[in-house]
């Protein structure tokens, strides 16, 4: 799917910080919706890229890619490389802003005691001098009902994780526990106290089965941290640390049953799923080899790859799994890597134009939801941290054996 022109050039639009209202962020960039009078960005979403607070004043981008066109690379790259793969109905189009220097040290200044204490060790990068603008869906849809009551437009973010098990032929014997075990699951235990251990697995929301599908949403409720947050007319209901409002509190049931609905019918979660164990059918612990090879025999220069590595590498990949090839060059196997990465790590919005109602006996015809869905943060990951990637699975899995060293204390994970 070709790009959309409006990715080409960087858009003029006058921006005043008081016409957006912060939304959220992740440790890569910061979004703001907007809230002011110009109806050709109404509803749209501004994203911004971040860096360390020691590095935004002298400008961290200096030392990267131009931004005007890492920006649009990335914008190829999510239509080009992710759109093939999940679907292109999933992709967002993307529209280039330029960006003013006050603008930006406005909003970081009127952001900043919104945001969470996890998040301010990284801030705007006060130096880019492009945005990008994405729309949020059901921006046009009316405010009032066709039954008269004020619309409560509710988004949802998912962000599911891996969605599989390794083979036990591709991990090491001392890391069996991978194969039974999955990666959030165990991550957790490097990252809480065991009282703060999310009862969530990615597993039961890839898995295609209703029961497990509520039981991940209701998990994934009591315990949000980056996996689940809930929005009514763009205010937080849940945020990271469980924290629900009282509507929400209320109405849960109506709205989980809903998304799990929506997950069992569209094709987005089995694809995600199929699509990131089929680009990692070696595991880190055999990516690691091959990339230490390629980069010491001077096959694969230790460099980001370009847009056109990316396109070449997802046609490559569409076409062996045509032809069911298991021949794969090693710069092909390392890139197909890195995109299942991407894949692991995207978030899925879900927005309805208006709170559910919950489905009792008596309702004779069942209503399909109106709703749109799309994935976002699907941005490339860089090559240079594959030996961190190697690091930190390895830390993971031994965190875990310390914590639950013998088969009757590990859960087990099942597809």
């Given at each position: 799917m070709?790009?959309?022109?409006?990715?080409?050039l960087?858009?003029?639009?006058?921006?005043?910080?008081?016409?957006?209202?912060?939304?959220?962020?992740?440790?890569?960039?910061?979004?703001?919706?907007?809230?002011?009078?110009?109806?050709?960005?109404?509803?749209?979403?501004?994203?911004?890229?971040?860096?360390?607070?020691?590095?935004?004043?002298?400008?961290?981008?200096?030392?990267?890619?131009?931004?005007?066109q890492?920006?649009?690379?990335?914008?190829?790259?999510?239509?080009?490389?992710?759109?093939?793969l999940?679907?292109?109905?999933?992709?967002?189009?993307?529209?280039?802003?330029?960006?003013?220097?006050?603008f930006?040290?406005?909003?970081?200044?009127?952001?900043?005691?919104?945001?969470?204490?996890?998040?301010?060790?990284?801030?705007?990068?006060?130096?880019?001098?492009v945005?990008?603008?994405?729309?949020?869906?059901?921006?046009?849809?009316?405010?009032?009902s066709?039954?008269?009551?004020?619309?409560?437009?509710?988004?949802?973010?998912?962000?599911?994780?891996?969605?599989?098990?390794?083979?036990?032929?591709?991990?090491?014997?001392?890391?069996?526990?991978?194969?039974?075990?999955?990666?959030?699951?165990?991550?957790?235990?490097t990252?809480?106290?065991?009282?703060?251990?999310?009862?969530?697995?990615?597993?039961?929301?890839?898995?295609?089965?209703?029961?497990?599908?509520?039981?991940?949403?209701?998990?994934?409720?009591?315990?949000?941290?980056?996996?689940?947050?809930?929005?009514?007319?763009?205010?937080i209901?849940?945020?990271?640390?469980?924290?629900?409002?009282?509507?929400?509190?209320?109405?849960?049931?109506?709205?989980?049953?809903?998304?799990?609905?929506?997950?069992?019918?569209?094709?987005?979660?089995?694809?995600?799923?199929?699509?990131?164990?089929?680009?990692?059918?070696?595991?880190?612990?055999?990516?690691?080899?091959?990339?230490?090879?390629?980069?010491?025999?001077?096959?694969?220069?230790?460099?980001?790859?370009?847009?056109?590595?990316?396109?070449?590498?997802?046609?490559?990949?569409?076409?062996?799994?045509?032809?069911?090839?298991?021949?794969?060059?090693?710069?092909?196997?390392?890139l197909?890597?890195?995109?299942?990465t991407?894949?692991?790590?995207?978030?899925?919005?879900?927005?309805?134009?208006?709170w559910?109602?919950?489905?009792?006996?008596?309702?004779?015809?069942?209503?399909?939801?109106?709703?749109?869905?799309?994935?976002?943060?699907?941005?490339?990951?860089?090559l240079?941290?594959?030996?961190?990637?190697?690091?930190?699975?390895?830390k993971?899995?031994?965190?875990?054996?310390?914590?639950?060293?013998?088969?009757?204390?590990?859960?087990?994970?099942?597809?």
């Open positions: 070709a790009v959309p022109s409006s990715v080409d960087p858009e003029s639009i006058p921006f005043k910080p008081s016409d957006w209202s912060y939304k959220g962020e992740g440790n890569e960039n910061i979004v703001f919706s907007y809230r002011g009078s110009n109806t050709d960005i109404s509803g749209w979403l501004l994203r911004l890229s971040k860096c360390d607070v020691a590095t935004s004043v002298n400008g961290c981008t200096a030392h990267r890619l131009d931004d005007t890492r920006k649009r690379d990335n914008a190829t790259y999510t239509t080009s490389v992710i759109g093939p999940l679907g292109p109905e999933y992709i967002l189009p993307q529209r280039l802003v330029a960006l003013e220097p006050d930006l040290r406005r909003l970081q200044a009127k952001s900043e005691p919104l945001r969470p204490a996890h998040r301010l060790h990284r801030q705007i990068d006060l130096s880019q001098d945005g990008v603008l994405m729309p949020n869906a059901f921006r046009g849809t009316p405010p009032v066709s039954s008269g009551r004020l619309r409560q437009s509710v988004t949802v973010e998912l962000k599911p994780k891996w969605g599989f098990l390794p083979s036990l032929s591709s991990v090491s014997p001392r890391n069996s526990v991978k194969s039974r075990v999955c990666r959030y699951c165990m991550h957790q235990f990252k809480h106290s065991s009282q703060d251990i999310s009862g969530f697995c990615p597993l039961d929301l890839y898995s295609g089965d209703r029961h497990r599908i509520v039981r991940a949403l209701d998990s994934l409720a009591q315990s949000p941290q980056n996996n689940l947050r809930v929005f009514v007319n763009d205010h209901a849940i945020d990271r640390h469980g924290k629900i409002s009282d509507e929400c509190v209320s109405q849960w049931e109506a709205l989980r049953d809903c998304i799990a609905d929506i997950v069992l019918k569209e094709p987005l979660f089995s694809r995600l799923k199929q699509c990131q164990r089929m680009l990692d059918s070696l595991d880190i612990e055999g990516i690691l080899p091959l990339y230490t090879r390629a980069v010491e025999s001077g096959s694969l220069a230790n460099v980001q790859p370009s847009i056109s590595d990316w396109l070449t590498t997802v046609t490559d990949f569409l076409h062996r799994t045509e032809r069911a090839d298991s021949t794969v060059a090693d710069k092909q196997a390392i197909e890597f890195l995109i299942s991407t894949l692991k790590d995207v978030s899925v919005l879900i927005t309805l134009p208006e559910p109602v919950h489905k009792t006996s008596l309702d004779s015809v069942p209503t399909e939801p109106q709703y749109a869905i799309a994935v976002i943060d699907s941005d490339p990951k860089k240079a941290k594959i030996p961190d990637y190697f690091s930190k699975d390895e993971i899995v031994k965190h875990y054996l310390k914590h639950c060293p013998d088969l009757g204390s590990q859960r087990q994970c099942n597809e």
